[in-house]
């Protein structure tokens, strides 16, 4: 896959964004990992680098402070659609997110819109079990190898 036009799609709030902010770094069938700016001006996040793993079903993002420092490791679960003519790759969030902070400690969030978007139909069975099994996939990761394995190709671009 050469480097596609990057868009983020959520279901809650309802929105199709262009990552125009967004600079790809390295680019393969599996994974893409990008470096970026916040789209809206935050007072807590300033930037980031994202991992996303295409063919897990999920994205890890280190949130940066202004300063640089970390603010938190942020997980979403996702799935794509890849348009070869046009060469674009919409990234479905599927609501689903994990927050590792920087004490170790896991959490996972936003389950109640997850189960809000199945139960308004803005997603079918399909989605909602393809996000629970990638949930799941990606916290046996984490328990397996904490974050440090999932981390290393963004890591590899912040040295």
């Not at 902010?21 to 990008?34: A, G, K, M, P, R």
Request: glycine residues 4%.
């Amino acid at each position: 896959m050469k480097y596609p036009i990057l868009y983020r799609k959520r279901f809650i709030p309802d929105e199709c964004v262009l990552l125009k902010n967004d600079v790809i770094l390295e680019c393969t069938q599996s994974i893409i990992v990008t470096k970026w700016t916040t789209i809206k001006k935050r007072c807590d996040l300033a930037s980031g680098y994202s991992c996303y793993y295409l063919d897990r079903g999920y994205k890890i993002s280190k949130f940066l402070k202004d300063d640089g420092s970390l603010l938190c490791w942020y997980c979403d679960i996702i799935t794509y659609d890849y348009n070869p003519e046009q060469n674009t790759l919409l990234v479905i969030d599927l609501l689903a997110d994990v927050k590792i902070y920087p004490d170790g400690k896991i959490k996972v969030v936003d389950l109640d819109e997850l189960s809000e978007a199945f139960e308004k139909r803005l997603i079918d069975e399909p989605l909602l079990k393809k996000s629970l099994l990638s949930l799941n996939k990606l916290l046996n990761d984490l328990y397996e190898g904490g974050i440090e394995p999932l981390a290393a190709p963004i890591e590899m671009h912040t040295e």
